[in-house]
């Protein structure tokens, strides 16, 4: 069941991922990574991750995506259906893109010591154990995140306003 | 006795510390007063003079003792793995002569400078090198080794440069300053390479330990190495002497060193700094013996050529300084195969008194043009006996003397270097040695017989030198005169002065004889000429017009040598300058230019699209990944130690 | 074969590494730089896939039960610096555009000599 | 490393030598750039401090044991092995004091710029502290550390204070710049060689005596190779052969100070690594290319005396004079003999005075005639007799005429060289002759001759312009005549160092090689 599950979603996300960088219409691009998203928190779900499920659900399918298509509807210009086209390089970087990926799979077909567990664990990893762990050892990060956040938020606006000298 | 005269010796380094003293004196104090610069420096001169003096009589006293057993007193100089050098004085009869000669013509030509360079504005400055020039040749008499001797040997010849260059404004005497330097140079490259040669075989420059040590290990090839190197040191040394005392083919700077002023060609081109090749030639005289005999005889050919070489220049010279100049360069080459026909006494004794006439004929010939306002043309003066009778009296015993008449100092010396000549069975060498002495008497009757003689002319208005120029005049006159006893064997010059061991030879007056007629041939010959006009020159010359201009023009050998200096040297410096900016600076701006250019193309590949560089950027990242997951333990090649072979 | 297939850590890495040479590709031949921001998230997910498979399989006593979840805080970190990321990104992005009229990343190539 | 217990409490002697121009220096920066008087006058101060210093260390300095005296040792980064060891022995003390002689008069021979004078001596003091470090560091780092400190001024002082003749000032100081810098690469590679090798044993270490007594870790390959490195390094920095063309060109765009610094000491500082750590710590890679550098050092004598012959301006005629001087100091290196080392340290002294002098001079003649062309001078002697004599010291000097110092030095390394590589050697004495030829035209060119109308109105030097012909002269002559000071020094820095035993142990023992 598990398995079936898994190969749904994992090929459902791989190829709505595949459908991003192909696809001519940056719109539906953007309509796919959110599939993609979508098909990941799905996989986060199968590996015991809920809460990280509900997050990758709340931030990346809806937050980013649809500011995503919010920055495409602010900057489109010209045919919709030629607005995702690839660059002159396209293939050496599909070539590089796809070494990378043949020396990756080699690496995880030969190396055998994982350590893997002989089971995998089930109980805990709620997500009380998640935050008590955000707010006892990752203390810090966790502020610099924040910290992080609002100087984000803040650049994000200066940014996106501009600066008018002239008036 | 012989212990009270090894104190006075002892004192020997005063001679040229007192006149080195007076240079500093004048250089650093009284450079601005004329007066006391000069009494300073003829102050310093005499009393050498008088030192010089006495350690010649202490010399006689001594006898015998110290012919065998010369007064030594060394303290070292310098002290460093594999070179030990001493600086010393050494008092044996030949430093004893050389000193009295060298003070006694460097005090007359100070005091005749008195009045020759009255007025001169660089009157001080002219004082102080002569004050330099006594301290560094007295300096070389003394020497004891023979880099001392070397070193001293420079600083006369930086003297020279200095005093022939003294009127530095004009061009002609900067040229022929820079002349004498260079080419004694030549020689001196020569004479540095014997020395070192001479130090790494037999570990000492000193001239006794020198000669002791070539005494023990002549035969000894495990010192000396193979039987040539001692005569090829004997020749490196030779080419200092060449140099120095204007052998062919080194000759070319004497005639043109006569434009410094009259008094220094006097003291330094004629009586002192020229012999000095002769006197290194008479100290090292054991080396030259113990190598190969052609080592000698190579000596006495180039003497003996340059005598009839120079001789026969000065007869086509007009200039009265030329022509005294080509007779000293004549005289040296007597000295010379004096030398090599292996008689040091006749050698010495030819040095001292030629240091007497000639010393004598050039003050005279200064007088001269003294009172002619700088004339030197021979053809422009005549009749000048009248005018000026001290300087023609003594200048016409200096042309005696010259020309070998008896009882004058030259027909003694010249007359022992011939007999020398003909008796260590050198015919050849002999017959030259006549034929130069002929044309010695004719060339310089000619010139007296044309300055003094003949008619007046009307432009000139010449009148006697002052008093200051006159009594050294007389005094080397009688010196001329009086000098040439010495050699009488009553008095024994030659029981002092010899090499090896001494045979009494009694005067052979048959062979006098021979050279006494030469000498008057060329006299009466002269008189023909230029008095009676019985042989007209002007038809002998026509006559034989090649002859006649290569004589005049001095065999063109400087005009060859200018013509290796201008195409040959400066060519090749051209060539390799050029070589040094196109080729080796080619190279180094070509590096240049290919790293700009190779910036230039490579340049191009940073094309700003973040995305190429991303993709290099993660290619080498692969690579790497690949390196790290694959290649476990190839990492060490990469230790460049060991691509060196380096590390034990 | 199905069968006996289990889906375990290798399986899911190479899900992971599917996407982000997917994404890397997009990063390298994607005109468009919005798309180009796209792969980047895709990129960033597959980070959090590798991190959650690791901490989902990899695990043994000594690393005690409150620390289990170490991946998990380390995917959510990605998180949050991907949402940092993507603001100021399109925020970039529509300042050049306001700028450039363009969002060619063929057009930005003033990054060179 | 016997310090005595007299000596060792002068350990502070070495630092306050080197801080005292760094002191002048800070004390500059804080001036108003207007006090240029006061800026010069604390600028002479800081280096009469150190040349005091330096010269009681010379007098003071007992030959007896020799060795390192008035060492100095702070680790200071102990897991590297580096340490800020000073010291000076018989080879390296000569050189501190030329080093101290040169940078006083080179302040004096700076007397009457009067563009950006602050900044002019800042970078000036910097710059001989920097070269006064190389020679007392007994630690290889330190000693590259000083060397690098170096390059930098002098970029910028050939840039802004330099003369523009056959090229530009900027194309000088760029070639001298990237030539050092290259050789410093090589010698950075070699001394990063030297180092692991070195530490091979789990001790590193850059301390010259250690690295030398290490022998036993360096196999011959690694010794010719490690060497090989050094003689492009130290060599280019020497102005050897094909690696010479910075050095005229250079000279010819640097101002008078830089030009007397750059080749009274700086040139030196690799004649002195080639003897310190080239032949010390690698002597079998030395004995290796020991043929072959005196071989180029031949050339280097006979080609640049021939190319300074058909030059024709007065800073180029010393440029290539100072590549062919420096032959003979390279001839002597490939000697391997403890005489030739005295010798090629006598000589780097002499030649660093005299050069010195000859670049204050010319500075003076071109300061106020404008030209340092040679055909447009002439008959200056009349007009500025005490120049001509400072003039032509430096001429006898670098004619190697006896009595001055260089005379000496030369004779010394003949007679080293003569015994091992007598062909070489002897074609090097041939370059005395050429030497006197170009030198002796040169003077007369600019010295003699007709008075000339146009310089009627120069002035003699005189006041603090003097100071540079007085030091030299005097140094000139009293080490030339007084050879034993000088070179008794260096001969006791031969022996004492234990260089004496290396060369010993190498020297090809060719006893006799041309009869």
């Not at chain 2, 020689?187 to 000669?211: E, H, I, N, Q």
């Not at chain 3, 006593?61 to 940092?84: R, S």
Request: glycine share 8%.
């Amino acid at each position: 069941m598990g398995t079936i599950v898994f190969f749904i979603f994992a090929i459902l996300s791989i190829a709505a991922a595949w459908m991003v960088v192909t696809s001519k219409n940056i719109v539906h691009s953007a309509l796919y990574l959110a599939l993609s998203f979508s098909g990941v928190a799905v996989l986060y779900i199968l590996m015991n991750a809920d809460f990280l499920a509900a997050v990758q659900l709340l931030i990346y399918t809806a937050a980013v995506s649809l500011m995503v298509i919010f920055a495409v509807m602010l900057t489109l210009r010209g045919d919709i259906c030629e607005s995702n086209t690839e660059n002159k390089s396209w293939f050496a970087g599909a070539l590089v893109s796809g070494l990378l990926f043949v020396v990756i799979g080699l690496v995880v077909f030969t190396n055998a010591d994982w350590r893997v567990l002989a089971a995998p664990w089930t109980s805990g990893g709620s997500a009380e154990d998640f935050s008590l762990l955000l707010l006892t050892r990752y203390m810090i990060p966790f502020e610099a995140a924040a910290v992080l956040l609002t100087v984000a938020l803040v650049g994000a606006v200066i940014l996106a306003k501009g600066v008018n000298e002239s008036k | 006795m012989f212990k009270e005269m090894h104190d006075l010796f002892q004192w020997a380094w005063l001679i040229p510390f007192l006149p080195f003293l007076s240079f500093l004196i004048i250089a650093f104090v009284t450079k601005r007063s004329k007066r006391l610069s000069s009494t300073i420096s003829i102050l310093a001169i005499l009393s050498s003079l008088s030192l010089a003096v006495a350690i010649g009589l202490g010399v006689i006293q001594s006898g015998e003792k110290i012919v065998e057993h010369p007064a030594i007193v060394n303290v070292n100089w310098l002290n460093i793995v594999g070179l030990q050098i001493d600086f010393g004085t050494i008092v044996d009869p030949l430093s004893a002569m050389m000193l009295f000669v060298v003070t006694l013509v460097a005090s007359m030509v100070q005091i005749y400078s008195l009045g020759y360079m009255h007025g001169d504005e660089g009157f001080s400055r002219y004082y102080a090198y002569q004050s330099l020039f006594a301290s560094s040749m007295l300096g070389m008499v003394l020497a004891t080794n023979l880099l001392q001797l070397f070193i001293f040997w420079e600083l006369v010849g930086l003297c020279s440069y200095l005093l022939i260059g003294f009127w530095f404004f004009k061009v002609s005497a900067r040229e022929a300053a820079k002349k004498a330097f260079i080419t004694t140079r030549v020689g001196d490259f020569g004479l540095l390479l014997g020395m070192l040669f001479l130090y790494v075989k037999f570990g000492t420059l000193d001239f006794v330990a020198l000669s002791v040590a070539m005494n023990t290990n002549i035969q000894d090839v495990a010192v000396i190495g193979t039987a040539g190197y001692v005569t090829v040191m004997a020749f490196l040394v030779f080419m200092g002497p060449v140099g120095k005392s204007g052998q062919f083919p080194l000759h070319v700077w004497l005639p043109d060193a006569m434009e410094g002023p009259t008094p220094v060609s006097a003291l330094i081109h004629a009586a002192t700094m020229v012999v000095a090749g002769v006197y290194l030639v008479a100290r090292m005289f054991f080396l030259f013996d113990h190598a190969d005999p052609m080592a000698l005889q190579f000596i006495a050919g180039l003497g003996a050529f340059t005598a009839i070489f120079a001789a026969s220049i000065a007869i086509a010279q007009d200039d009265i300084k030329r022509i005294l100049a080509y007779s000293t360069l004549s005289q040296l080459g007597y000295m010379m195969f004096a030398l090599g026909v292996g008689s040091l006494t006749a050698s010495m004794f030819h040095l001292m008194t030629h240091a007497f006439f000639k010393a004598l004929m050039f003050l005279g010939a200064g007088s001269v043009i003294y009172a002619m306002h700088h004339k030197q043309d021979i053809w422009e003066m005549g009749g000048l006996w009248k005018k000026m009778p001290i300087t023609g009296t003594t200048f016409f015993i200096g042309v005696l003397a010259i020309s070998g008449v008896p009882p004058f100092a030259g027909f003694w010396s010249k007359d022992e270097i011939l007999a020398h000549a003909l008796h260590n069975g050198h015919p050849i060498i002999y017959g030259v040695g006549l034929f130069t002495a002929f044309l010695t008497a004719f060339y310089m009757s000619r010139l007296f017989f044309v300055v003094f003689m003949g008619p007046e002319k009307k432009e000139n208005h010449p009148h006697e030198s002052p008093w200051s120029m006159t009594i050294p005049l007389m005094i080397l006159a009688f010196f001329s005169v009086f000098g040439g006893f010495v050699a009488l064997p009553e008095h024994n010059f030659a029981s002092y002065i010899h090499y090896g061991t001494f045979h009494h030879e009694p005067i052979a007056w048959g062979l006098a004889g021979i050279s006494v007629v030469a000498g008057l041939l060329g006299i009466g010959l002269a008189y023909a000429t230029y008095i009676k006009k019985a042989i007209s020159a002007e038809k002998v010359a026509a006559q034989y017009s090649g002859i006649y201009k290569l004589l005049k023009n001095k065999y063109y050998v400087d005009e060859l040598y200018l013509w290796l200096i201008h195409h040959i040297m400066d060519g090749l410096a051209k060539i390799l300058y050029w070589f040094d900016i196109y080729i080796v600076d080619g190279v180094v701006n070509g590096l240049a230019l290919i790293t700009r250019g190779s910036g230039r193309v490579l340049r191009r590949t940073n094309t700003g699209q973040l995305q190429t560089y991303a993709m290099v950027f993660f290619f080498a990242v692969v690579i790497i990944f690949m390196v790290f997951a694959f290649g476990e333990g190839q990492l060490s090649a990469l230790n460049p130690l060991a691509t060196l072979g380096g590390v034990k | 074969m199905i069968g006996n297939f289990s889906v375990g850590l290798s399986t899911y890495l190479l899900v992971g590494a599917m996407l982000f040479c997917i994404g890397l590709y997009g990063v390298f031949a994607k005109r468009n730089i919005i798309a180009v921001l796209m792969s980047i998230e895709l990129m960033l997910n597959a980070v959090n896939i590798n991190f959650i498979a690791f901490n989902r399989f990899i695990w043994n006593e000594k690393i005690g039960v409150n620390y289990l979840l170490t991946g998990h805080v380390a995917a959510l970190f990605v998180i949050v610096v991907a949402a940092a990321e993507v603001a100021v990104g399109l925020a970039l992005i529509i300042t050049i555009y306001r700028n450039r009229q363009s969002t060619d990343v063929d057009d930005l190539n003033w990054l060179k000599w | 490393m016997t310090a005595l217990p007299t000596v060792s409490s002068m350990s502070m002697l070495l630092p306050f030598t080197l801080l005292a121009p760094l002191a002048a220096m800070l004390l500059i920066v804080f001036l108003p750039k207007e006090e240029t008087k006061t800026i010069k006058i604390i600028a002479a101060m800081g280096m009469l401090v150190s040349l005091v210093l330096s010269l009681y260390a010379f007098l003071n300095y007992q030959w007896e044991p020799g060795g390192m005296q008035y060492t100095l040792t702070i680790p200071w980064v102990p897991d590297l092995g580096v340490n800020l060891a000073l010291g000076v022995d018989g080879l390296s003390l000569p050189m501190l004091l030329l080093t101290n002689l040169i940078g006083f008069a080179s302040i004096y021979a700076s007397w009457n710029i009067d563009k950006r004078v602050k900044e002019f001596f800042v970078l000036l003091l910097i710059l001989i502290a920097g070269v006064m470090g190389t020679f007392i560091a007994r630690d290889l780092f330190i000693f590259f550390l000083f060397y690098e400190i170096v390059v930098i001024p002098i970029y910028i002082m050939v840039i802004i204070w330099g003369s523009t003749k056959r090229v530009t000032k900027e194309y000088a100081a760029m070639k001298l710049t990237i030539y050092l810098l290259i050789g410093s690469a090589f010698l950075l590679v070699g001394m990063v060689a030297l180092y692991l090798a070195a530490g091979a044993n789990g001790n590193p270490t850059f301390m010259f005596d250690q690295l030398s007594a290490r022998q036993d870790l360096y196999s011959p390959a690694f010794q010719k190779v490690a060497f090989a490195l050094m003689i492009v390094g130290f060599g280019s920095l020497i102005s050897m052969f094909p690696f010479h063309s910075w050095s005229p060109d250079g000279y010819a765009g640097a101002p008078t100070a830089v030009s007397m610094i750059h080749a009274g000491v700086l040139k030196k500082i690799g004649g002195y690594g080639l003897i310190r750590l080239g032949i010390y710590v690698l002597p079998v890679g030395a004995s290796f290319w020991a043929p072959y550098i005196a071989t180029l050092a031949v050339i280097s004598v006979l080609y640049a005396a021939f190319i300074a012959l058909a030059q024709k301006d007065l800073k180029y005629v010393v440029g290539y004079s100072s590549v062919s001087h420096m032959g003979y100091v390279i001839i002597a290196v490939a000697a391997l003999n403890p005489t030739a080392a005295t010798g090629a340290v006598g000589m780097m002294f002499a030649h660093g005075v005299m050069a010195a002098l000859f670049f204050s001079m010319i500075g003076f003649i071109y300061e106020k005639t404008h030209t340092r062309n040679i055909a447009d001078l002439g008959g200056l002697a009349h007009q500025m007799p005490r120049l001509a004599i400072g003039f032509m010291i430096a001429g006898m000097a670098s004619l190697g005429l006896p009595g001055t110092v260089n005379f000496i030095t030369e004779f010394t390394i003949f007679m080293g060289v003569i015994n091992v590589l007598p062909v070489h050697a002897i074609l090097g004495i041939a370059g005395i002759i050429f030497t006197a030829v170009y030198i002796l035209r040169t003077i007369a060119n600019v010295l003699f001759g007709p008075r000339r109308a146009e310089w009627d109105h120069l002035t003699d030097i005189r006041g603090p312009e003097l100071v540079p012909l007085v030091i030299f002269g005097f140094v000139i002559f009293f080490a030339g005549i007084f050879p034993n000071v000088l070179l008794g020094m260096i001969d006791s820095g031969v022996t004492s160092s234990g260089l004496a035993k290396v060369l010993e142990t190498v020297s090809q023992a060719k006893i006799g090689g041309l009869f």
